[in-house]
């Protein structure tokens, strides 16, 4: 069995399923957003007569459009905040307690290894990164699953892709998943489980796999996974507050597919507009202009992510005429960029810093993008009017090319600044 | 269940952005959403858009969030069905769990054309394209998918059955 078979056996009273067979699955966890909430409460209220299933186990983060921009998102979040009370909801973050919700769950250990988790928000699949299995959904199925704590899964077939020899300098875990979505393309792994291996994958550290996993819905991927192991452990073990089991694929495991990659091949990566396919190695980018450059996001806005950018932005300015916006992705990681010295380096170079928030990565608020900008981001998406005005642009990258654009104002490989 | 309408065509990769942009998630208001329906891929879409109209797009469709706020703005726009040759999974769910029809068909995906009037049997999964004659067959559907649209939904469906 593969590593998502064996969670779904753990978590379905449909034992003896086959790959595309319909099971219900009990959940660990359900998660739901300010945009997404609402519709789910509107769902549970007319089905639930009881109560939520377990208020340890619903999780609602007001990351999207909070600190709230117009009153139509007030409203919306409103909505959440008197149903998190009236449920006494454990788990309800709020004010100052905000992260980016994939950024957050890991680092307070409420997403564990072998959990089964549903969130109402398509980059729920980060949590595949700990060894979970971890699915977006819509708000439909999330207010059922308050409810009754389960949700209905079709069980996928799994694709592996194993990583293989020394990552090149600048490379990370951004890299890998673009380089991945370019070969495969956005719908590459449609309804399947990218589960992902390898030497190149158990040297990178926790950050870097979330990254990976965060974006296995680019490429259409029901779930992404990567098979827990020491580092897991060790990241887990003393945040977690409950049990958790870590599972791995049996070496007899069937999968619809199996590829490798060398990673003496990957070279930085940028994917160009309007799909994350659009990959291209940083050495084959001509010259594109920057007005923006955005570097947080649950796929990038780790301390790990701002360590890398802040390396690269010590004694320098970010370019005239350029914004370059630094979102640290979780209250903590504010805190302990601040310790470190790293925002200090940010603002001396003239880096705006934004609270915790998806903010400009869905083109919700706190740096959208006018007719005709052009921005490179350190998030998941760049589709048409993504940022902002649906005839401006976003280029997707690393941290690395990110911080580095930002001072030359234009797409850069970190070769240009960096000895 | 027999739906007809004119056929709205659309290519590949069509994302949630693209069928209802972020700016206007700020509200879960159909009849706000409507207006907006589609605006990133065609802005005239929502005024041209008559009541059992049908979206025939490339593939992948409903690609990137697990907005909800799509398959309630493509519904409220009155559009009867969305025929496809593959669905992004969560737009798919969506679109099960709220009791839009969706069918999947290679064929009729290629050859239906703009301004073509079909007639969908949703128990039957066949398309008929009015204009030129040709019948395609659509993907079956495992049993528990015909029964949530049945249901109506999957509120509905739990309410029924008590479960899911």
């Known amino acids: 069995m593969t590593i998502a078979e064996k969670i779904l056996k753990s978590h379905t009273p449909d034992k003896g399923f086959k790959q595309g067979d319909i099971i219900r699955v009990d959940i660990d966890i359900a998660l739901a957003n300010d945009i997404t909430a609402p519709i789910a409460i509107d769902a549970f209220k007319s089905c639930s007569k009881k109560g939520v299933f377990d208020k340890d186990k619903v999780v609602l983060v007001l990351d999207h459009f909070t600190p709230n921009k117009d009153i139509a998102s007030a409203t919306q979040c409103k909505v959440v905040r008197d149903f998190a009370k009236e449920y006494h909801i454990t788990n309800f973050f709020d004010g100052g307690e905000v992260g980016i919700e994939h950024a957050l769950l890991p680092e307070e250990g409420l997403a564990l290894p072998g959990d089964l988790i549903i969130g109402a928000d398509s980059h729920t699949c980060t949590y595949g990164g700990l060894g979970a299995f971890a699915t977006g959904v819509g708000s439909t199925d999330l207010g059922v699953a308050m409810s009754t704590g389960q949700a209905w899964l079709k069980v996928p077939e799994s694709m592996k892709f194993i990583f293989r020899g020394e990552l090149n300098r600048w490379v990370g875990g951004k890299d890998l998943i673009l380089y991945l979505i370019g070969d495969i393309g956005v719908d590459g792994a449609l309804y399947k489980v990218l589960e992902i291996e390898g030497p190149a994958i158990s040297s990178l550290d926790l950050s870097n796999r979330l990254t990976m996993t965060n974006m296995a819905i680019e490429a259409g991927a029901k779930a992404g996974i990567i098979a827990p192991d020491v580092v897991t452990d060790v990241y887990i073990k003393t945040r977690a507050k409950r049990d958790y089991t870590m599972y791995e694929s049996d070496p007899d495991a069937l999968y619809s597919m199996v590829k490798e990659y060398d990673c003496a091949n990957i070279e930085p990566q940028v994917a160009y507009p309007h799909l994350p396919e659009n990959t291209r190695g940083i050495s084959e980018v001509g010259e594109i202009i920057l007005d923006q450059v955005v570097i947080g996001s649950c796929t990038n806005g780790r301390i790990e992510d701002l360590r890398v950018a802040a390396g690269i932005m010590k004694d320098n300015k970010v370019a005239r005429g350029l914004r370059c916006i630094i979102i640290p992705a979780t209250p903590k990681v504010l805190k302990a960029a601040e310790a470190e010295g790293l925002i200090k380096v940010f603002l001396d170079a003239c880096a705006i810093i934004s609270p915790p928030t998806c903010g400009p990565c869905l083109g919700g608020h706190m740096g959208v993008l006018a007719e005709g900008e052009r921005a490179l981001a350190t998030t998941n998406r760049n589709f048409t009017g993504r940022m902002g005005h649906p005839k401006s642009e976003v280029y997707l990258a690393g941290p690395a090319i990110a911080a580095t654009s930002a001072i030359t104002g234009k797409i850069s490989s970190p070769k240009e600044v960096v000895a | ?164």
């Open chain 2, 1 to 164: 269940m027999i739906l007809k309408g004119r056929a709205f065509k659309f290519g590949d990769d069509i994302d949630t952005d693209a069928i209802i942009p972020a700016r206007y998630l700020n509200t879960s208001d159909p009849l706000v959403l409507k207006e907006h329906c589609m605006e990133d891929a065609d802005p005239t879409f929502s005024s041209r858009v008559a009541k059992g109209d049908i979206i025939v797009a490339g593939k992948n469709f409903g690609c990137g969030s697990s907005r909800e706020h799509a398959p309630i703005a493509i519904k409220a726009s009155g559009v009867s069905c969305v025929i496809a040759p593959t669905f992004a999974r969560i737009f798919f769910r969506n679109s099960f769990n709220m009791g839009l029809p969706i069918f999947e068909s290679d064929e009729a995906a290629r050859q239906i054309k703009q301004g073509d009037i079909l007639e969908v049997d949703v128990t039957e999964g066949i398309i008929k394209n009015l204009v030129t004659g040709n019948a395609f067959k659509a993907r079956g559907m495992p049993a528990f998918m015909q029964e949530l649209i049945s249901d109506g939904g999957l509120i509905a469906h739990v309410k029924k059955r008590g479960r899911i």
